[in-house]
């Protein structure tokens, strides 16, 4: 039997891209940090529009949720259809599922014009219950599909291995190869006055006329500035309070009797994601689901009921990988894009929910045509400045009250520990020692890695994540290392070190 692999099966099928990090002083009309789908689109756009742009990443190209995802291009919002009217009116729902269905287009456009060997297909979307007693809500979400301008019909027999009670069927939706596709948009981007750089951590950027953006080795100055870092990363901001941070996962499992190449999803709660991985293997599935809010649930829980998930309905033959990742809900269910409130010359795209490929596309898109002076209908039903009290208020009260929980329940989440040789090499805890909360981690190789558990963006108490050996934070979504590195999201610093006091108490 061989070992199942942690990374994506994207990462494993493409080539990651990594540029040279920033070392020197640079200047940009436009600088954006963050090297997703969101950045990126919004790069190209902005450089085939004459700017310049400097592209600042932490990692790799597509090294955040833009590599941990499942690839589905479809127009749906995530909350429904009928759910989008009745919060948002039937003209802001428009303009939203024809954003997504403009970032679909703009996908495949870029596909044909740099001939990027995607593996991008047009093919059919199906929204399925397996309960009879749900089909109802589905003619209703059909109905309100059609009123927002997406070919749907109702549907019985859709082709999967197991019985479903009927169906939406979408036509004209996608998928594609995201880290592929995005190496290509990267090589576009870089060159010509444009540059990429990687392993380029950007401090939260200084608002003013230039802006200015600090990296270890490095500044850009630059007349906008983007933040394309999924999260808001702004310190404590506004933004905190409306999204809470979930964790979904994938597994890449070969199957007997494969399903039709389609997009499929079904209506539990969380829902489940299917989809062929890429045209030359059809047995070749990507199965996911069993999401949680992060820093609620446990990986290896979360996995094992994906699994079973999995194998109670396709006939597994193999498991090739398992991963999880990332993506921000917004309160209101409408992500947040455009010119940050109380600042000139900043742009924030984040909150795009399960659905980012499209949004972060339509973003990139929308996002290059507000810095060209261009104010498309778009703009408003997403700008941060909104607020729709009534389809946010509920969910932003539910969610701030979870936060202000963990800020008294996480004060008892620790292990009492009375040595360290409690820790096995690869465990990470958060452990009481001598009266003092802490966040332990051993390697593989036996070394110990002990911080302070406390978030450095808000305080709350990191949580372990034993799939991807993170400290993940479960207010606000910011993610640091074992070694307590900060990776991403809102966090200003890394946590505390206290290795060396740890080590000489051993
Ligand atoms: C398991 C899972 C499945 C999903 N499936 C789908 C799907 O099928 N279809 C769909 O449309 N969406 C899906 N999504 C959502 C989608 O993947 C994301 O919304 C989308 O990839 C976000 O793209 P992005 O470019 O905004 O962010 P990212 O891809 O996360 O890019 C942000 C980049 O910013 C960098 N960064 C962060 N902070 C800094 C800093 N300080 N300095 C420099 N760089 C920094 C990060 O390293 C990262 O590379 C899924 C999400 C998950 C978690
Ligand atoms: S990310 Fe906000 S408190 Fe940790």
């Given at each position: 039997?061989?070992?199942?692999s942690?990374?994506s099966?994207?990462f494993?099928?493409g080539?990651?891209?990594?540029y040279p990090?920033?070392t020197t ?7 954006i940090i963050?090297?997703?789908i969101?950045g990126l689109?919004?790069?190209?756009r902005l ?6 742009v400097?592209?600042l990443?932490?990692?790799c ?5 833009t590599?941990?995802?499942?690839a589905h ?5 995530d909350?429904?259809c009928?759910k989008l009217?009745?919060d948002f009116g039937?003209s ?11 970032a679909i287009?703009q996908i495949?456009?870029?596909?044909r ?6 593996d991008f297909?047009r ?6 219950t397996e309960a009879?007693?749900r089909?109802?809500?589905l003619?209703h979400?059909c109905?309100a599909a059609r009123r927002l ?7 019985r027999d ?9 169906a939406?069927r979408f036509?004209n ?6 880290m592929?596709y995005l190496?290509a ?11 990429i750089?990687c392993g380029?951590?950007a401090?939260p950027p200084?608002?003013?006329e230039?802006?200015?953006v600090?990296?270890p080795?490095g500044?850009v100055?630059?007349?906008?500035v983007l933040l ?13 309070m409306r999204?809470?941070?979930y964790?979904s996962?994938?597994?890449a499992a ?11 999803w ?6 489940h ?5 890429n ?6 599935l990507?199965?996911g689901?069993a999401d949680?809010?992060t ?7 979360a ?7 999995a ?9 090739l990988?398992?991963w999880?990742s990332e993506f921000?809900e917004?309160a209101d269910?409408v992500?947040l894009i455009g010119?940050?409130?109380m600042?000139?010359n900043?742009y924030?795209?984040t909150?795009f929910?399960?659905t980012g490929?499209t949004y972060?596309?339509?973003?990139g ?11 498309p209908?778009?703009a408003e039903?997403v700008?941060?400045?909104r607020f ?5 208020a509920?969910?932003l ?9 963990r800020?008294v329940?996480d004060r008892f989440?620790g292990?009492k520990?009375?040595s360290w040789?409690?820790?096995?090499p690869?465990e990470?805890r ?6 003092e ?7 593989e190789?036996g ?7 406390v ?5 709350c108490?990191?949580h372990?994540n034993?799939l991807e ?11 640091y290392?074992?070694a307590?590195?900060?990776?991403y ?7 505390e070190d206290?290795t ?7």
């Open positions: 039997m061989h070992a199942i942690p990374r099966y994207w494993e099928s080539e990651p891209r990594e990090p920033l002083g640079v200047h940009a009309d436009v600088a963050g090297a997703g969101t689109t919004a790069a190209l450089k085939q529009a004459g700017r310049r400097v592209v990443e932490a990692g190209v597509g090294g955040g949720a590599g941990g995802t499942s291009l479809d127009a749906l919002p909350q429904g009928e009217i009745s039937e802001a729902a428009r303009q939203l599922t024809a954003g997504r269905q403009a287009d495949e456009q870029w596909t014009d740099f001939q990027i060997d995607c297909r093919v059919p979307a199906f929204a399925y009879a007693d089909l109802n809500r003619h979400e109905d301008g997406v070919q749907a019909t109702m549907a859709i082709g999967l291995p197991f019985q479903s009670a009927g939406v036509e939706q996608a998928r594609f190869h995201p592929k190496a948009l990267a090589a576009q981007v870089h060159g010509d006055g444009s540059a750089y380029s951590r401090e200084e608002d003013g230039p802006v200015i600090a990296t080795h500044r100055t630059a007349k906008q394309a870092t999924h999260s808001a990363y702004l310190g404590i901001s506004q933004f905190d999204m809470a941070p964790q996962y994938v597994i070969h199957v007997a009797e494969p399903p039709p190449d389609a997009l499929f079904d209506d539990a709660d969380p829902y994601y299917t989809r062929r991985a045209s030359e293997e059809p047995s070749l990507l199965i689901g949680h809010k820093g609620h649930g446990d990986a290896p829980e996995l094992r009921s994906l699994e079973e998930y194998r109670s309905r396709f006939r597994v033959q193999a498991l990988q398992q999880s921000f917004p269910g992500p010119k940050v409130p600042r000139n900043t924030v795209a909150g929910s399960g490929l972060g596309t339509a973003a898109m929308l996002l290059a045509d507000l810095l060209q002076g261009a104010e209908p778009l039903v700008s941060p400045a729709k009290p009534l389809a946010a509920k969910e009260i539910r969610e701030n009250v979870d936060v202000a929980a800020f329940a989440a292990d520990i009375d040789d409690e820790l096995a690869d990470g958060l452990v009481t020692f001598e009266g909360q802490l966040a332990a981690y051993r390697d190789q070394r110990l890695h002990v911080c302070s558990p978030c450095t963006h808000a305080g108490h990191v372990w034993g050996k993170t400290w993940d934070c479960p207010c606000h979504g910011g993610r290392s074992a307590g590195e900060r990776i999201g809102p966090p200003p610093k890394d946590l206290k060396p006091v740890a080590e000489g108490r051993r």
